[in-house]
């Protein structure tokens, strides 16, 4: 069954901690992305990877570290310099530069800072 | 970071009417994509479009890629309550891995 994963659904954690979102994909895709959604708004680019060992900011970089050792994995750390963390955070795909590129989600982790 | 126009910003609508929304860029684009969102999910692919003036259907809905390449419209014939969510469009430019999304159209129909 292909796609991508995200675990876990709901994730809480204690301010000043760092915190990793998991996400793996099937699809034999080269490019992954992470992008973060706030109540009511739309989809802002957080970091993104077009094959493995190398990736690049997004929008909204500042507080997110990733990794890139596999191409099935890309994991996203919150880490504690993140000054609003608590948000709806998806993980996609995509087969790369090629002339026709679907990007599909996985279902999102929704991580609550207390 | 850029974001594209996608109007209407909302709607309500009666059960059976049409839908129809649209996205407009400043950059040119090669690919435009439309997304479904239903509340605490994922969005999910609706329809790709590749090429200029391309008219795309899946049951009922028909995404258009705009002739200038800079805008696609997405209708929804005869909805139905499980129509309603956040409609979502997505561009990508040649020689970028990069989706530049739209702000999204909240549906609301109306049994």
């Known amino acids: 069954d292909g796609g991508i994963t995200q675990s876990p659904k709901y994730l809480f954690r204690k301010e000043g901690q760092n915190v990793t979102l998991s996400c793996e994909q099937n699809l034999n895709h080269d490019a992954m992305y992470w992008y973060r959604q706030d109540p009511g708004q739309g989809l802002r680019l957080i970091y993104y990877?077009?094959?493995?060992?190398?990736?690049q900011k997004g929008d909204i970089a500042e507080g997110y570290s990733v990794s890139r050792e596999k191409k099935e994995s890309f994991p996203l750390t919150v880490t504690s310099a993140q000054k609003n963390p608590t948000a709806f955070y998806l993980c996609?795909?995509?087969?790369?530069?090629?002339?026709?590129?679907?990007?599909?989600f996985g279902p999102g982790t929704r991580l609550t800072v207390l | 970071g850029q974001q594209l126009n996608q109007s209407p910003q909302s709607m309500f609508i009666q059960e059976g009417e049409d839908v129809s929304m649209n996205c407009t860029s400043s950059?040119?684009?090669?690919?435009w994509l439309w997304y479904k969102q239903d509340p605490g999910e994922g969005p999910v692919l609706l329809i790709a479009l590749y090429k200029a003036g391309e008219l795309t259907s899946n049951g009922r809905l028909t995404a258009q890629f705009g002739i200038t390449r800079k805008d696609s419209f997405l209708n929804i014939s005869a909805s139905i309550p499980s129509d309603v969510g956040i409609y979502f469009c997505?561009?990508?430019?040649?020689?970028?891995?990069?989706?530049?999304f739209g702000t999204g159209t909240r549906l609301k129909v109306l049994a």
């Open positions: 950059s040119i684009f090669n690919t």
């Open positions: 990877s077009q094959i493995v060992n190398d990736f």
């Open positions: 996609a795909s995509s087969a790369g530069e090629s002339s026709y590129n679907e990007q599909f």
């Open positions: 997505a561009g990508r430019s040649s020689g970028t891995y990069k989706y530049i």
